[in-house]
């Protein structure tokens, strides 16, 4: 069974970074588009970005375009998004999900983490 586990997630001043992380568990990995979707309080939940199964495609909401980047390492079974000047507005739930399709909306994904909580202070 496929899971998907996130860490990396905390507090934050604006401004600042962080980096967050998530393990998938099954060995089909690389045979998967893996990404990020968050959801702010009274918000729906918002693609952020993807990258595709072997690394070569990625994509971002025009939000974070220039301030996140996503990365995985196949041999590892991790992806990563690496989030600098960071605003209050990124503040959300931030979820890792996964589909072998290509997904750029959220609905698009078929697999997902539990999420972890990112919180931006002004």
């Known amino acids: 069974q496929v899971q998907l586990v996130e860490s990396g997630g905390g507090l934050v001043q604006a401004g600042g970074s962080l980096r967050l992380s998530c393990a998938f568990s099954a060995l089909t990995f690389s045979s998967y588009n893996m990404g990020w979707c968050r959801q702010a309080p009274g918000k729906e939940r918002e693609f952020v970005a993807i990258?595709?199964?072997?690394?070569?495609?990625?994509d971002y909401a025009d939000s974070v375009k220039g301030r996140f980047t996503i990365s995985r390492d196949n041999a590892k079974n991790t992806v990563n998004l690496q989030m600098s000047s960071l605003k209050p507005e990124d503040t959300a739930v931030y979820y890792c999900a996964a589909d072998l399709a290509f997904w750029r909306t959220c609905n698009g994904a078929g697999r997902w983490g539990q999420g972890t909580q990112v919180t931006v202070a002004s």
């Open positions: 990258i595709s199964s072997f690394g070569g495609r990625t």
